[in-house]
């Protein structure tokens, strides 16, 4: 039923390692999210992205990067991972932005744990 | 307190049966979704809206954003429709989710 796969769905890492994860949605959408999960059941936007335009969260740290290689595909990576970035970081994609009236799709989510 | 309050937690119908969910808000909104989580742990999207109401086969969902709720009404159940419901409200930079409501159909 998904069109939105995240990788790695699990991944354990140490404070200061680089961690990357993958997105690909096949709905044929234009654009792209990342969010993250607080503990209290909060999605933060952390990007979106289109082939025109990069929306920034500007409380979202400087170690946190979106890449996207086309329309299909938005990575996110992390520089240097900290304690506070253990979280389920999710993926969405839709037509248009997110004030244009449409949905969001969604991955799996990856949970990430630093230690 | 939660912004958004969904209810009930916990629901078992019986096939051909039908019942509403609930989500109530505690500010205004711009906008509601409607998610069932699947078997894989996927959130497949059931409706958007701003507002009014939308009808998809046995689901129907209403939003009133000066009443701040939102409904989802499923008619004639069918053991497919287990699962785990939720809802999120659309707030600026956030997604804001409710608790689930957890749908058990039985036979």
């Known amino acids: 039923e998904t069109a939105v796969f995240q990788t790695p769905n699990y991944h354990v890492t140490q404070v200061g390692n680089e961690v990357s994860f993958n997105c690909k949605q096949t709905?044929?959408?234009?654009?792209m999210y990342w969010y993250k999960q607080d503990s209290k059941k909060l999605l933060k936007i952390m990007f979106s992205?289109?082939?025109?335009?990069?929306?920034v969260n500007e409380t979202v740290p400087r170690r946190f990067s979106p890449q996207s290689s086309d329309k299909a595909h938005l990575n996110l990576r992390i520089k240097s991972v900290e304690p506070e970035d253990s979280a389920v970081y999710l993926c969405?994609?839709?037509?248009?932005?997110?004030?244009?009236?449409?949905?969001?799709?969604f991955g799996e989510g990856s949970r990430l744990i630093v230690v | 307190g939660d912004q958004v309050e969904q209810s009930p937690s916990a629901l078992s119908l019986h096939e051909g049966t039908g019942s509403a969910l609930r989500c109530n808000f505690t500010?205004?909104?711009?906008?509601v979704q409607w998610f069932r989580k699947n078997s894989r742990g996927s959130l497949i999207n059931l409706f958007y809206?701003?507002?009014?109401?939308k009808e998809n086969g046995r689901l129907k969902s209403a939003f009133d954003s000066k009443e701040r709720y939102s409904t989802l009404h499923i008619r004639d159940a069918q053991l497919e429709d287990s699962g785990t419901y939720f809802c999120?409200?659309?707030?600026?930079?956030?997604?804001?989710w409710g608790s689930g409501t957890k749908l058990i159909i039985k036979p």
């Open positions: 969405a994609s839709s037509y248009g932005g997110r004030y244009s009236g449409n949905t969001l799709y």
């Open positions: 709905l044929g959408h234009d654009t």
């Open positions: 992205y289109n082939n025109k335009q990069l929306i």
């Open positions: 500010t205004t909104m711009r906008a």
């Open positions: 809206l701003a507002s009014g109401t």
């Open positions: 999120a409200v659309d707030s600026n930079y956030q997604l804001i």
